[in-house]
T-cell receptor, first 110, second 120 residues
């Protein structure tokens, strides 16, 4: 089977840096994605890693280590609007199927 | 590009009734996905289509659930004999799969606003 683990909640102040870790167990692996979801909203795509290393997109970066079955999402220069749930999702034993983690709620305080 | 739309946005039904939801993907997208999400959890994969072909269905999905995408455009998800445990947000997503593993389009799924189902 497949499983993903990520912390349930992280709290940080505006301007800080937050790292959300994700460890996964899958029978196969195509890549690791990250999605953001605000309360009452739809998930929106942030980033994808298929190969080891760091991908940077503005204030957000995502890292993958396939040998460690581990990835993280780095949120820099936190803003109030970054308060949301963040999900890691694995494309594991199927090209089309995404399995999501339970999500990490990020709370940004003034 | 009007995004992914879903109808209805909310549905309240009594246990035992059948319900049907509709999803209209982004027009040029060839893949369509259905997920279910409960409070405090991530989206749970249900099934996905490439054009009109249903390529995968979750092994956890009850036979009461069926999905179609008859012309490779919109899709419907039907739940028969609803149970209280079916209460959830049902999300639809679409993507453009080119089949080239290095194409970023292959990885980004666009989600609709969801249909919230309440079974009483």
């Amino acid at each position: 089977g497949q499983s993903l683990e990520q912390p349930s909640e992280v709290t940080a102040v505006e301007g800080a840096i937050v790292q959300i870790n994700c460890t996964y167990q899958t029978s196969g692996f195509y890549g690791l994605s990250w999605y953001q979801q605000h309360d009452g909203g739809a998930p929106t795509f942030l980033s994808y890693n298929a190969l080891d290393g760091l991908e940077e997109t503005g204030r957000f970066s995502s890292f993958l280590s396939r040998s460690d079955s581990y990835g993280y999402l780095l949120l820099q220069e936190l803003q109030m609007k970054d308060s949301a749930s963040y999900f890691c999702a694995v494309r594991g034993d199927s090209w089309g199927k995404l399995q999501f983690g339970a999500g990490t709620q990020v709370v940004v305080t003034p | 590009d009007t995004g992914v739309s879903q109808d209805p946005r909310h549905k309240i039904t009594k246990r035992g009734q059948n319900v049907t939801f509709r999803c209209d993907p982004i027009s040029e997208h060839n893949r369509l996905y259905w997920y279910r999400q409960t409070l405090g959890q991530g989206p749970e994969f249900l099934t996905y289509f490439q054009n009109e072909a249903q390529l995968e269905k979750s092994r956890l999905l009850s036979d009461r659930f069926s999905a179609e995408r008859p012309k490779g455009s919109f899709s419907t998800l039907e739940i028969q004999r609803t149970e209280q445990g079916d209460s959830a947000m049902y999300l639809c997503a679409s993507s453009l799969s080119t089949g080239r593993g290095s194409d970023p389009n292959d990885y980004e799924q666009y989600f609709g606003p969801g249909t919230r189902l309440t079974v009483t």
